[in-house]
């Protein structure tokens, strides 16, 4: 969806759409990105609702999962002109920033990149989650390591052996 600044008036312009997108094996699946476009100074600012569900791996199980978020989007739109090029200072850290040089805002564009930033570096399916044996690669959520077998099999050589030392 673009919108043209030449259709933004001084209350602003309201937008609402949403989008399903893929980058590499995550999916983002947009429900709400809804708000507003108004001038300020030299540009405009966006302030939206952004909703959305992130699909991926449990970097711990390996296992699909889907989380929610929810989160206000604040976006600053700073039109380029030629000689202002070098001079965009990010003042403050919470502000994202969105330089165009056409005339028209690809709000499409905004959410993909909204989205992107909003997914956790690290992406754990639950706190609790257990993760995978690195011995035999068994999910430890769903079923218990293969590798015990083994060490019970050793505890019970141990206590034949002790039994076999009690009957002497
Ligand atoms: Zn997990
Ligand atoms: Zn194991």
Sequence with gaps: MRIYFEQITEDG???SLSKS????DTEYIVDVFEGLIYPAGEGFLLDAKLKLRINDN????????EEAFEERVTVEIVKRDNEAEESVELTDEDVGFYIVEESAVDLDHILMQESVLLRPF???CSEECRGICSGCGANLNVETCKCKPDVDDRWKALADFMQKDKNK
């Design 21 to 24: 997108f893929s980058v590499d």
């Design 58 to 65: 449990c970097d711990r199980c390996l296992e699909r999962f």
């Design 122 to 124: 690290k992406r754990v």
């Design 13 to 15: 312009k309201k937008f």
